[in-house]
């Protein structure tokens, strides 16, 4: 199989993020398989060994190399490009936002709930680290548990084997320790709190870099006057925190969330006594091999500080049986695990999670360059079809358009309308995607423009929704688009996030498309037009451009972009 590899995303990726997608990649590269595959990467990303790399300015372009992989995959909470017409999968870690949104700005919470919907909705498989982050996918965002795996992440490459290195010359003999940006969930002040209540001599070291709207960790050290008790490292090797692990007294985990929690592993790997809160994914990871607190109780967590400084006992417990529950976690057994999932997609793109049973046929589908709607009626009835839809004289139907729509039909059969996706072509060269989106601050709209391939019309349906039977006898110059209005108010669609042809590019006027309000906004509920910033409706372009430019101008002017859009 030829697996396509979104990396671009690594631009901009940092902490557990960038070292999963490399021990995971490093993995199924040497994995015994006769997989071959293709990374889409940055021109300046580090190469790659053993796999072909594509440098990209954007990852547009990957729509441009489609025919040279089998499966697509985006491992970095990213399903981009939308290439639809074969089977992808997608790994999202978890979904924070909706468990601490104050965690968030307003705009960033609806950025990443739009885009971690769309990828539960349209991956043929989602991978997420744990099974704390499964269930909270199905349960926030409705998502059916078939369609998600689990594939644990492992330490980091060369943090268990090889050789420790001490980071500086000056640290404590004695002392906890911290592995965490300084997010706010991250909890650092917890920590703070505890230190100051325990014995002058017990030290903190932390390792974890500053970030946007984070906790002042080194400002909070001052104002504490924690100084001489607190060191603060930043950039460390894997070698480096290999020997923070294996000489501490304890790693301790005040975090208030986490999708997987790879500190607790690598420091029950290092053979470190693990004090965390006590949270889901850390119980899923730690089991009984740990000491746990509650996040609400900071008595406690100065307490089983207290415990692991004066019982050695339990220390070389806890190291023993940390060491021996972290071999649960590697890399190799988490590649395998994902060539499976690879299987599974490429298995269930064709036919879902429920095969047609024996002796069901498949539905009818028929398409035609017939342009009268009333004609298409009769084109149907005439021939009997369970889906009918057209093709203009231009366009191309993907190989996998009738399993697509007939996966649809099986999944709503009760629906009178079909909406898939198209890619749109000009001269030769890839214009962008035509699609109905829906956006994160529960609206819809049409993004590009509604080609014919991709509205199908089910007849049997149909025949139930007079409303929808009226547009189509009346006909007009704008009927697809009446009917589209018309069936997302009536719940009469059934949307396939599947790509199912490659149309040329037609332009609109902009008076018409105003007139018609074909580019608007429209609210879920009552499918109202919604009045937004005329800006935000150059989102996708703008979006697109901004990729070539440096990443800080890209998370600067994304920040603005969606405060003024918003």
């Known amino acids: 199989m030829r697996i396509g590899v979104n990396a671009f995303p690594l631009r901009v990726a940092v902490g557990g993020a960038r070292y999963a997608f490399w021990g995971l990649m490093r993995a199924l590269l040497n994995a015994e398989s006769e997989n071959q595959y293709v990374i889409f990467s940055h021109p300046r990303s580090p190469p790659i060994a053993g796999a072909k790399v594509v440098p990209i300015r954007n990852e547009e372009e990957i729509q441009e190399h489609a025919a040279e992989f089998d499966l697509f995959f985006g491992p970095l909470n990213e399903l981009r490009p939308r290439i639809y017409d074969s089977p992808t999968v997608a ?87 911290y592995p965490a940006n300084f997010y706010p969930h991250k909890n650092h002040a917890m920590l703070l709190d505890a230190i100051a209540r325990l014995d ?61 929690g790879m500190p607790a592993v690598e420091s029950m790997a290092c053979g470190c006594p693990l004090i965390c809160s006590d949270i889901p994914p850390l119980r899923e990871l730690a089991g009984d091999d740990a000491l746990y607190f509650p996040l609400d109780d900071p008595a406690r967590l100065c307490e089983q500080m207290r415990t692991i400084s004066s019982d050695a006992e339990l220390r070389r417990d806890l190291s023993e049986r940390g060491r021996q529950r972290a071999t649960q976690f590697s890399w190799q057994a988490s590649a395998r695990r994902m060539l499976e999932v690879f299987k599974r997609a490429c298995e269930q793109f064709k036919s879902g999670y429920d095969r047609p049973q024996a002796g069901v046929s498949p539905p009818r589908i028929g398409i035609s360059r017939i342009e009268s709607p009333a004609e298409l009626l009769e084109f149907a009835r005439r021939e009997n079809f369970d889906l009918v839809g057209q093709l203009a004289a231009t366009d191309r139907l993907c190989p996998s358009a009738m399993d697509s729509l007939a996966l649809a039909w099986r999944t709503d059969a009760g629906k009178a309308l079909v ?45 139930q929704w007079p409303a929808g039977l009226d547009i189509l006898r009346l006909g007009g110059t704008n009927w697809r688009w009446d009917l589209l209005r018309a069936g997302f108010r009536a719940n009469q669609i059934a949307l396939v996030r599947r790509t199912l042809a490659d149309c040329q590019w037609e332009p609109v006027g902009w008076l018409s498309a105003m007139r018609s309000g074909i580019h608007a906004f429209y609210r879920c509920g009552d499918g109202a037009r919604a009045p937004v910033p005329v800006l935000r409706k150059f989102e996708e372009t703008a979006r697109r451009l901004s990729q070539s430019l440096p990443v800080p101008l890209q998370k600067a002017g994304a920040t603005v972009w969606y405060r003024v859009t918003r």
């Open 419 to 463: 909406i898939g996706e198209v890619r749109t072509w000009r001269r030769g060269k890839y214009t962008g995607v035509s699609r109905l989106r829906q956006t994160g601050d529960d609206m819809w709209k049409l993004e590009g423009q509604l080609y014919p391939p991709m509205l199908f019309i089910a007849p049997a349906a149909l025949a």
């Open 91 to 177: 790994l999202l870690a978890d979904i924070q936002q909706e468990y601490f949104p104050q965690y968030f700005s307003y705009s960033q919470r609806v950025a990443r709930r739009e885009a971690y919907l769309e990828i539960c909705r349209a991956a043929t498989k989602v991978v997420t680290v744990s099974q704390f982050s499964k269930e909270s996918i199905i349960d926030k965002f409705g998502v059916d548990g078939r369609k998600i795996e689990v594939v644990f992440n492992a330490p980091q490459d060369g943090l268990v084997d090889g050789e420790a290195m001490p980071p500086c010359a000056d640290l404590p003999e004695e002392y906890f320790f």
């Open 200 to 260: 002058p001599g017990t030290m903190l070291v932390f390792v974890g870099s500053n970030v946007p709207g984070g906790f002042p960790l080194k400002r909070q050290i001052e104002r504490r006057k924690l100084s001489a008790r607190c060191r603060v490292l930043e950039n460390l090797s894997a070698a480096q925190m290999q020997y923070l692990y294996r000489h501490a007294r304890a790693t301790v985990m005040p975090t208030c969330f986490e999708g997987f």
